[in-house]
């Protein structure tokens, strides 16, 4: 099949990309208001896009709706200009799937999830204690697009839990991290847990030499 995007709706659009752009790393993504109150919300539009400068983007959708109306993350880092992508790996899959429930805007995500946080070393917002690793962010940029907010994200300080790190790169330990990634819409993930293919770059000095 064949869809031409001008003709096709903005739900059938989505459903597409985010089955074909897959498997998608999820950024448990802690924001605070201006008073303080914390958040916690999934996105798996989310990707590293540089080293250097360390930055990391997010794509956050506004909410249906005839008005203009940000979800809480993209509206607290705007306004206050930090966040945390908190790692999403297997044992903590469930708990992030609570968070991006609906609540009544005073209900706390991460009470709701048995979620529990600890200070960030770098920025206000505190991490996810459960997480075993996550990326202490301040805001680059929002660029509003459409219907959608894509946030740039300056990391500032990397948090990883030491069982995860191989000091000789220093490298994630990738295998053991148990990092999962999101499929489709609908509700479909991929565990990484015995899952590594190996497959090194190969040099053009070795592709002369006829190795492969
Ligand atoms: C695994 C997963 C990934 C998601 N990815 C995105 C995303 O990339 N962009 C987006 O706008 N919403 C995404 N969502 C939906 C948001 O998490 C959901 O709208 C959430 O309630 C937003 O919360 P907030 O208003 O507290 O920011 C995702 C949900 C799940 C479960």
Redesign the pocket.
């Known amino acids: 099949m064949k869809f031409d995007l001008e003709h096709t709706s903005q739900r059938e659009t989505y459903n597409l990309l985010i089955g074909l752009v897959a498997p998608?790393p999820?950024?448990l993504?802690t924001?605070m208001n201006e008073q303080g109150h914390l958040?916690?919300?999934?996105?798996?539009?989310?990707n590293y896009l540089c080293t250097d400068p360390p930055v990391v983007g997010?794509?956050?959708?506004?909410?249906p709706s005839s008005t203009f109306v940000?979800?809480?993350?993209?509206?607290?880092i705007r306004r206050t200009g930090e966040f945390v992508v908190n790692v999403?790996t297997e044992d903590i899959a469930q708990r992030?799937?609570i968070?991006?429930?609906?609540?009544p805007a005073e209900t706390n995500?991460i009470e709701m999830a048995n979620f529990t946080t600890v200070p960030s070393d770098v920025v206000k917002v505190p991490r996810i204690a459960e997480a075993h690793a996550a990326l202490e962010c301040r805001e680059f940029t929002t660029m509003e697009i459409g219907r959608?907010r894509i946030i740039l994200g300056r990391v500032v300080s990397i948090y990883v839990e030491d069982k995860f790190i191989d000091p000789a790169g220093p490298y994630i330990r990738a295998e053991e991290l148990h990092a999962i990634g999101?499929m489709n819409g609908l509700?479909s993930?991929v565990r990484t847990r015995d899952a590594f293919l190996t497959m090194p770059r190969i040099s053009y000095d070795e592709w002369q030499k006829g190795k492969r």
Do not use: H, L, Q, W
Not at 58 to 63: H, L, P, S, Y
Not at 70 to 76: L, S, V, W
């Open positions: 998608r999820i950024a993504v924001s958040n916690a919300a999934p996105f798996s539009a989310y997010i794509g956050v959708t506004n909410r940000p979800k809480d993350t993209a509206r607290n999403v992030m799937n968070c991006a429930t609906d609540f995500e959608s999101r509700g993930y």
